[in-house]
């Protein structure tokens, strides 16, 4: 029955819809994320491990030449992307925090 949900709710969502939606479901678990304990590690990994994933999917879709944005903006997707990949492994190793990552999201 959820299967079968989840296939109906993405086709009525445009392209737009989802990935907002998704926007707020990896900000939303980085938010968790942000307010646990530094040691539980799965919940912190799990939620910036998602967010690095939909950035990699963003920037690999801004490196097609038939992607439909401007040049300069694909650039912008694209160095977000690495920084968020980066910034990410920071917050891994306990040298960063939550913020920045869930500010570019908002």
Known sequence: MLKAYAQASTRTESPREMEYRLFGQVT???IHAST???SDLKTRIDALDWNRRLWSVLATGCSDSDNALTAPVRAQIISLGLFVNRHSSAVMRGEEDFEILIDINR
């Open 28 to 30: 939303r678990a980085l």
């Open 36 to 38: 646990v304990d530094p």
